[in-house]
């Protein structure tokens, strides 16, 4: 299966599903953390784009790798990611894989508002990055899709 198909998957399956019984009461399933409205779980191994979608929709029915809203949201991710010692690389719920720098949110295809990137990204480098990441030094960063790296997945 393609990325794009896989994309559109994706969406689809986001759209038509809700998570009422976390927006009521905030309470995020065991092992997840809570930060405003939304339960995030951190990962503890490395996977390609594909397999980081594919572990956040099993974790709880249909999770979703993290989409940074704004600045707040992001320091907290990002001390929570340096807390685990995720410091190489985070798979983030954007791509730009249907139009070459249009950054899109993975789970409903919509345009990406709030962007921290890197100085001198995203540049698709080698014409094969088409998925954000986090790095290290809390900037944004385009890298190929199939890189191995951590991930948070997000439940909304």
Sequence with gaps: ???????MMLVIAQTSQGFSWVRGN?????????YGRHCYLFSKEKVNL?????????????GRL???G????EKWLELQIK??????????????ILKENKFLKLSNARKIKYTNWNKGEPNN?????????????GKWNDNSCGKKNFFVCEHV
Excluded: T
């Excluded at 299966?1 to 994309?7: E, N, P, T």
């Excluded at 905030?26 to 809570?34: A, H, I, Q």
């Excluded at 704004?70 to 949201?73: I, K, Q, S, T």
């Design 66 to 68: 993290a989409e940074v």
């Design 1 to 7: 299966m393609s990325i794009a198909a896989l994309f």
């Design 26 to 34: 905030r309470v995020c399933p065991r092992g997840w953390n809570l």
């Design 50 to 62: 594909k397999d980081a979608i594919s572990k956040c929709a099993d974790a709880v029915g249909s």
């Design 83 to 96: 807390l685990r010692g995720m410091h190489d690389g985070v798979w983030m719920g954007a791509s730009d």
């Design 70 to 73: 704004g600045y707040r949201e």
């Design 125 to 137: 480098a080698s014409k094969k990055e088409h998925c954000v990441e986090w790095v290290g030094n």
